[in-house]
């Protein structure tokens, strides 16, 4: 089984900025909770391997996941955040002031996102789908959990499920949430998306 886990809360989430690949955005003191409480979740699991985006608020939350698990992580650079060129460290409202809804625009693939150096959604669903298919080659049977941003998540998804550009819009991971797929009949199937801890279900 693949596990996919979205970092923790990071200072970006709550300043509503675009961080991108920027660096100075760590967990926030609820999300180092938040992925304590996730590690917690996982014991159960059989998980032989970790792998985390580059980026400090996933690596942070590798580190305190394998913590608990009793595991290494490695860091591969196919789990990286997008790459928000020109836009990197704008804040939300700025962004919306100068582009519109570029959250939107970014799925359906609009100009504006190649004109100002930001990562298309097919670049990062190539990348995730060759780290998959990676580690189906070399961990065959095995659970292994990715820690990773929001869109690489949306992205495995919307392999999977065919989803529209409208869809992964609305869609929305949670940070320290799991989303699993299995392999059956040759293909990945979802097991689960937002995955968490029962007591994040009734306060958010």
Do not use: W
């Not at 990773?148 to 609305?170: F, G, N, R, W």
């Amino acid at each position: 089984m693949f596990l996919f886990l979205r970092h923790g809360q990071a200072r970006n989430n709550i300043e509503r900025i675009l961080a991108g690949r920027t660096k100075g955005y760590p967990l926030t003191d609820l999300g180092i909770k938040q992925a304590e409480k996730i590690a917690d979740f996982l014991e159960p699991f059989r998980i032989s391997a970790i792998y985390s985006s580059p980026v400090e608020r996933a690596e942070q939350t590798a580190s305190i996941v394998a913590k608990k698990l009793k595991l290494d992580y490695k860091v591969d650079e196919r789990l990286t955040e997008i790459d928000m060129g020109r836009l990197s460290g704008m804040p939300y409202e700025e962004m919306f002031a100068k582009h519109g809804n570029i959250f939107l625009k970014f799925y359906e693939g609009h100009s504006v996102i190649e004109e100002n150096g930001i990562e298309s959604f097919a670049s990062i669903k190539k990348r995730i789908i060759d780290l998959t298919e990676h580690c189906i080659r070399k961990h065959n049977e095995e659970d292994i959990l990715f820690v990773t941003h929001m869109d690489p998540i949306k992205s495995m998804l919307a392999t999977v499920m065919q989803l529209k550009p409208e869809s992964l819009y609305e869609l929305i991971i949670r940070n320290a949430s799991l989303t699993m797929f299995k392999k059956e009949q040759g293909n990945l199937s979802i097991v689960s998306i937002n995955s968490m801890c029962p007591e994040r279900y009734l306060q958010e």
